[in-house]
């Protein structure tokens, strides 16, 4: 089972990015997916939470429209797209099957958002 993350990096501020989550080695198409993050210091924190059937979708309460997460359960990926990214949205960007932690984590990736 694995849960590969990518497409962090550094951005600037008002920058995007769009993270993405590939699965294998499960039935993906059974699970919902979440995002979480963890900034330096700080606690894990929930950003979104997609359905299985990708009918509905969770966000923090932080998120504030400039989060988007959507799937494509052909490519077994998940993705996030971020825009206006602002420095307190630097951290590590985890996926995890199912949403309420207790399945499957990633390795994360990095995203840091800085001039």
């Known amino acids: 089972v694995q849960l590969v993350e990518s497409g962090g990096g550094l951005v600037q501020p008002g920058g995007s990015l769009r993270l993405s989550c590939v699965a294998s080695g499960f039935t993906f198409d059974d699970y919902d997916i979440g995002w979480f993050r963890q900034a330096p210091g700080s606690e894990r924190e929930e950003i979104s939470c997609?359905?299985?059937?990708?009918?509905?979708?969770y966000y923090g309460d932080f998120v504030k429209g400039r989060f988007t997460v959507s799937r494509d359960n052909a490519k077994s990926t998940v993705y996030l797209q971020i825009v206006r990214l602002k420095p307190e949205d630097t951290g590590v960007y985890y996926c995890?099957?199912?949403?309420?932690?207790?399945?499957?984590w990633g390795q994360g990736t990095q995203v840091t958002v800085s001039s």
């Open positions: 995890a099957a199912p949403c309420n932690g207790l399945g499957f």
């Open positions: 997609i359905s299985s059937s990708d009918v509905s979708a």
